[in-house]
């Protein structure tokens, strides 16, 4: 059983629809991350939160501890947005482990 | 500013092979340090982790190792290489459990084929 559950796993739209991803988890938590991993491979943090809400730009990420659930939000996608997004969570007994979801490829078509 | 060096970034080893991929981190003081791997189409699996010089933690068992020579120093390495060894490793590193909301960092990443 994965500890982390990324939906869905391969999401195409057109260009400045509004998109969603979703990630559930099921150990506990200190913090959640949302990265991006563009097609060369480079991992880049886009989001670390441990409550609520956070936004840069276009994008939003939203937390619920209680159902152990995040979502990424996307406005007016663009074609500069498809990459694969991950979430992550640093689990919280010790602090030093991460868990991963196995990614949304995400694609916008102009 | 902080930042994190992993090289080399493409490599091709044939079976049998020894490896030795570096990280080395910048800016920072007593990192956690993290090997990953990422086979094609599968999410990240974590080979090693380091709270410390010389503290190491192995997470899947295989044919590699891990060594922290110094604080900002993590070191990949394997004697032979196996054909399943093939695949993509990131180094990370974040702050440790006191600073929980540390980001994690990766380096660019190693592709790796073993023929």
């Known amino acids: 059983k994965n500890e982390v559950e990324q939906s869905p796993q391969n999401l195409t739209a057109q260009e400045g629809e509004f998109i969603t991803i979703n990630c559930s988890y099921s150990v506990g938590i200190s913090a959640l991350h949302w990265l991006q991993q563009h097609p060369g491979g480079g991992i880049v943090s886009l989001f670390m939160l441990s409550s609520g809400k956070k936004k840069h730009g276009r994008l939003i990420a939203t937390i619920n501890i209680q159902e152990k659930h995040s979502s990424l939000h996307i406005t007016a996608s663009h074609p500069r947005d498809s990459a694969v997004y991950i979430c992550?969570?640093?689990?919280?007994?010790?602090?030093?482990?991460?868990?991963f979801g196995t990614g949304t490829s995400l694609t916008v078509i102009p | 500013s902080q930042t994190i060096h992993q090289w080399p970034a493409t490599l091709v080893q044939p079976v049998g092979s020894p490896l030795s991929l570096e990280c080395t981190v910048e800016?920072?003081?007593?990192?956690?340090l993290y090997w990953y791997r990422q086979a094609a189409g599968r999410g990240l699996q974590l080979l090693f982790y380091?709270?410390?010089?010389?503290?190491i933690s192995s997470e899947v068992p295989q044919n590699l190792s891990a060594s922290r020579p110094q604080d900002r120093q993590f070191i990949l390495s394997s004697k032979k290489l196996l054909l399943s060894d093939s695949g993509f490793y990131l180094c990370?590193?974040?702050?440790?459990?006191?600073?929980?909301?540390?980001?994690?960092?990766f380096g660019n990443g190693t592709r790796l084929t073993v023929t």
């Open positions: 800016g920072t003081s007593n990192p956690n």
């Open positions: 380091s709270v410390g010089i010389g503290q």
């Open positions: 990370a590193w974040s702050q440790g459990r006191l600073r929980d909301e540390s980001p994690l960092h």
């Open positions: 992550a969570v640093r689990e919280r007994d010790t602090g030093n482990q991460f868990y």
